[in-house]
């Protein structure tokens, strides 16, 4: 079982650089996150998607753009890069819109120099 | 929206030792009470949740029990071990929304 698969796991950005972030789920879930992570902040919506075709600015938006490719990937995209968006980043999928269990990725660790 | 805090941090427990985090919310609508374990390297994973309507529930060392009053719930793990080290988050909302908001984290650390 697959489940929530994010591409590349560790980037390297120079600042201005641009890059996408690729999260796929195999669950047929219909929605789908991207969080941040950073030390002492715990994890921080960025957008999310509550089912194909919609996207949502969650708690810390600025600075990113989403795509809901499909129902099964959702991509998370730097246009230009800065040193305060280094951090680590998840993408995690549940089956509902409604309160229950998210699945996450294993993230994707980004540096932005 | 939530503003959720956990106590304490850190924790540092000797294995075979019970270890308790807690975690308190603001919003009065929230009915869904999940708590995830973060082991190094990996994502978040649900270890255990309750809903509003049951004061406690258990999964074998693992527990969780909510105080609706106060608004506040907990994570009670006995007899710990050396691989309940990882950092815990707890993420109260209602079960009408789309999004969790989490705590910051509490490290729990085992010592053998």
């Known amino acids: 079982n697959a489940g929530v698969t994010q591409t590349p796991k560790f980037q390297v950005l120079k600042t ?13 879930h219909n929605s789908m996150y991207w969080y941040r992570q950073d030390p002492g902040m715990g994890l921080r919506l960025i957008y999310y ?4 075709g919609t996207t949502d600015k969650g708690e810390v938006p600025n600075g990113y753009n989403v795509s809901r490719l499909n129902k099964r990937e ?17 993408c995690a ?13 294993e993230g994707s660790r980004l540096t932005v120099l | 929206g939530e503003n959720v805090e956990q106590h304490p941090s850190t924790l540092s ?25 973060q082991e190094l390297g990996k994502g978040p994973q649900l270890i255990i949740d309750i809903r509003s309507n049951v004061g406690e529930k258990k999964d074998q060392r693992i527990a969780v029990t909510l105080n609706k ?12 071990q050396p691989e309940d080290s990882a950092v815990y988050f707890c993420a109260p909302t209602y079960s009408g929304y ?9 490290m729990l650390l085992v010592s053998p």
């Open chain 2, 13 to 37: 427990v000797q294995e075979g030792d019970s270890a308790v985090i807690k975690c308190t919310y603001s919003d009065s609508a929230s009915n869904y009470f999940p708590w995830y374990k």
């Open chain 1, 93 to 105: 999928s549940k089956t509902g819109t409604s309160a229950g269990e998210l699945f996450f990725g």
């Open chain 2, 98 to 106: 789309s999004t969790l908001t989490f705590g910051k984290g509490t």
């Open chain 2, 69 to 80: 009053t106060a608004k506040h719930f907990s994570l009670h793990i006995t007899e710990t």
């Open chain 1, 74 to 90: 959702f991509s998370l995209r730097l246009e230009s890069a800065a040193p305060s968006q280094t951090s680590v980043y998840f």
């Open chain 1, 49 to 52: 998607s509550a089912s194909e």
């Open chain 1, 16 to 28: 201005g650089q641009s890059m996408t972030l690729q999260c796929a789920q195999d669950m047929n």
